[in-house]
C-alpha cells in the first residue's frame, strides 16, 4: 500500500467511515474527528510509519505539520519519511 | 433534614453480572473465587482472585469508548446503567443539574498503568497511546457515568483505599439529606487484577494462596477480587412522589480515623465509627439485626472488628449476626463496600442473610454468629456495613428496611 492509501485507511478507521468516504480535501473536522481524535489520529500515524509528528495540540497552528486536510497530512508524513531516510 | 432511600441498585463481581445475581448468589453462598486469569500470572506466588469471567466489554461499548475505558471504568458504566435502569429516572432539565455522582476507587485504572508502564519499560517502547492519562485517571469512571446520564450536580471521586465506596455512598447520603442535591449515583469500583496489581499486594504478606475464611481460626488471609456496585439514591419525597419502588433507607453513617497506624487496625477507631453510624441514624443497638463485616479473613481485621462489635453492642452482639461476603467475591478494595451493600439490601429487603462462606473452625476470638457457610431467613429491621481501611479510615453505614 502506498503511503497514502496506508494514512486514508488510518483516518477512515479513526473517523468509523469507509475509506472511500474520505477525499484529500477533506478536513479532519468535516470527518467528524475531534481534538482527541485528531490525537489519536496523529499516533495511529506515528505508529505505523515509526516516526515522531511535530504536532503540539495547544498550537496546532504554529506546528510544524500542517493537518488543514488530509492532502496536506499525507504530504507531511511523505515529507518526514523522507528526511528519515 | 431529608430522608434518603435507594431505588436503584447494580453490580457486577465475581458472583454474577448484575445486582439480582449478585444477591441469588449469595444467598445460595457459592464461591466466586478461583484461579486467576491474566499475562504472566505463572510469575505471582498469589495466583487466585475473584475475578470477573466471561465479560465481554467489546459486545457493550464501541471501539473509540473501548479506547477510553479502563476495565473499572467499564465495570462502573455496566453497573451504573443497571441501576439507574431499575431506578426509571430520566436525568432532564432541572433534575439533571440536581443529581450527582459520588464513586469511590482505590486503584482507577490499574491495568492502564500496567499495560503502558510493560509497554515502555520492558518492551522499550517509547510511545503510548494518547488517552492512558483520562483512561487511568480515578475520577475516570465517575465523569463517564456523568457524561453517559446527563448528570450536571456535585460530582467526584474518594480514595481511601478499602473503604473508598463507603466514604463516597456516606458523602451522596449526605448531599441529598442537607438538600445540595435530589439524586446521587454513588458507590464504587475496582479492577486491580493484573500482574502489577496483584504483585503489588502480594508484598505485603496478606494475601491466601488458598481461599478467604473470615472470622474462622483457619483463616490465612484476603483474597483480590473486582468489579463494582452502583446505586441510585434519592430524596425520599422525591421518590414517593414519582412512585418508585424503595429498595430501603439510609438512615445514617460515621467516618473516623484510628490516626495511628498505617495498616494495622484498631478497635478503637472502628468501634467509634459503628456507635457514630448508630446515633447518627438515631438507631437503638438493639434494632441491628444484621452487619455485613469488614471482614477481610486476616489474622489482625476479622479479631479487631469482632472486639469493636462487642464494645459497641455489648450483651446484643451475641443477638445479631454478622457475615463477611468476602468469602464469596472477595476483595474489592475501593469498590468493596459497594457490593456488600447487596447483602445489607437483602437482608433489610428479603430477609435474608449471606453467610460467611469457607468457615471450618470456630476462633475464640471471633465469638459472634457469622453466619457459617449458609444463608438464613429472619426478619432483619437495620443492617450496617463496615469499612476500615488501611490508613486507619473507617466508614459504616446503616440501612434501615422501609415500610
Redesign the interface.
Known sequence: MSIRDRVFSIIAEQA?LEVSDVKGESTLESLGIDS?GL??S??AI??EFDL?IPFNANAPDDSDFDISNVDTIVAGIERLIALKS | MRRVVITGAGAINALGQSAAATMEAMREGQCGIGPLEFRDVERLSIQIGGQVKGFEAEGIFN??QM?LYDRFTQFTLCAAQEAVAQSGLEFTGSLSVRSGVVLGTAGGGVSTWDDNYRSVYEDGKN?V???VVPKLMNNAACSHVSMQHNLKGPSFTVSTACASSNHAMSQAFLMIRTGMADVMITGGSESMLCFGGVKAWEGLRVMSKDACRPFSANRNGMVQGEGAGIFVFEDMEHAKARGAEILCEVAGFAMSSDAADIVMPSKQGAARAISGALSDAGIDRSEVGYINAHGTGTAANDKTECAAVADVFGPHADDLMISSTKSMHGHLIGGTGAVELLACIMAVRDGIIAPTIGYEEADPECALDVVPNVARETSVDVALSNAFAFGGLNAVLALRRFN
Open positions: 468509523m482527541l490525537v489519536e496523529i499516533f506515528e505508529e515522531t | 471501539r473509540q479506547t510511545r497511546h494518547p488517552f
